[in-house]
């Protein structure tokens, strides 16, 4: 059986923000970044591009952790994918970091 539901909204535009009954399915693309926990971190947490747990309105917070972790926490020192908040990266200027392997 074939799926024939359209795909033509712009989720993108209303991430974070409750959605009426006019959101249909959608595909979006968010970017990511490996990054080194500096402390224990959960799945959603809010962070900053140094691997810090920040307040989800805090200037310094770029993003969140990878929110599809199968398991509860990141270790300190563990890497991890953290997910830009969607249109920051076209905001702002980002300084290319050393990522160690």
Same mark, same amino acid.
């Given at each position: 059986? %074939?799926?024939?539901? *359209?795909?033509?909204?712009?989720a993108?535009?209303?991430?974070?923000? =409750?959605?009426?009954?006019?959101?249909? !399915?959608?595909?979006?693309?968010?970017?990511?970044?490996?990054?080194?926990?500096?402390?224990?971190?959960?799945?959603?947490?809010?962070? %900053?591009?140094?691997? *810090?747990?920040?307040?989800?309105?805090?200037?310094?917070a770029?993003? =969140?952790?990878?929110?599809?972790?199968? !398991?509860?926490?990141?270790?300190?020192?563990?890497?991890?994918?953290?997910?830009?908040?969607?249109f920051?990266?076209?905001?702002?200027?980002?300084?290319?970091?050393?990522?160690?392997?």
């Amino acid at each position: 059986m %074939t799926d024939k539901r *359209r795909i033509f909204t712009d989720a993108l535009r209303t991430l974070g923000t =409750i959605i009426n009954k006019h959101q249909q !399915r959608d595909v979006i693309h968010l970017s990511v970044e490996p990054v080194f926990a500096k402390e224990h971190l959960v799945a959603g947490d809010h962070v %900053t591009f140094d691997g *810090r747990k920040d307040s989800p309105y805090s200037s310094k917070a770029v993003g =969140i952790v990878d929110p599809f972790l199968p !398991r509860p926490g990141v270790k300190i020192g563990e890497r991890f994918w953290l997910v830009h908040y969607p249109f920051t990266l076209a905001m702002k200027k980002l300084k290319r970091r050393e990522i160690n392997d």
